[in-house]
């Protein structure tokens, strides 16, 4: 009789979203704080998956400056708060005060998924409830997690980003009277 070894469950992954538009004094530019970002993420209890490419993309608010975003996969047994705890501290080692909302920042860390699926409990909130807004977040989620379905929606972040860069349709009034008009 031979006895089968269970496989380990496997640990939950997330999705972080990563964001810099500041230089770091010892980091250097937006691009390579997010290098230096994802290495501090890595730990003990936090394994490193996948990262998706760095994009540039045009800041949000009051900032003039241009991000640099990436999204990273991660597996962890760290619980949704216990994650979010761990990346603001990270935030915090590279600078990050806390301020004007949109404002230019060295590093913003975001849980954007969890393999649990929907989270919330009044400081958090997953899936994060701008994701679906955001062409800097699904085109690199899109590159590492193109099937990966949001909790809420059931839609793939393969759709979220095809419904997000699809041209919207004119009103009809408007496209009749530019045609009154000539």
């Known amino acids: 009789m031979t006895s089968a070894t269970p496989f380990p469950a496997p640990l939950p992954l997330y999705a972080i979203g990563l964001g810099s538009n500041r230089r770091h004094a010892r980091h250097g530019d937006p691009r390579r704080v997010l290098l230096a970002a994802l290495a501090a993420i890595e730990a003990d209890d936090v394994e490193p998956v996948d990262v998706s490419p760095i994009i540039t993309s045009e800041p949000i ?4 400056r241009r991000y640099a975003n990436a999204v990273a996969l991660v597996a962890s047994p760290l619980s949704p708060p216990d994650m979010l705890a761990r990346l603001q501290r990270i935030e915090a080692e590279f600078g990050r005060r806390t301020g004007q909302r949109w404002s230019a920042r060295t590093l913003d860390l975001d849980i954007l998924l969890w393999s649990g ?4 409990d009044g400081e958090l909130h997953i899936p994060h409830p701008a994701m679906t807004d955001r062409a800097f977040v699904l085109g690199p989620l899109r590159a590492i997690a193109p099937g990966w379905r949001h909790p809420l929606s059931g839609h793939t972040i393969r759709q979220l980003a ?15 009277r530019r045609a009154a008009a000539h």
Do not use: E
């Open 61 to 64: 608010g009051p900032s003039r």
């Open 117 to 120: 699926g929907a989270w919330s």
């Open 162 to 176: 095809a419904r997000l860069i699809r041209p919207k349709p004119v009103a009809r009034k408007a496209v009749d």
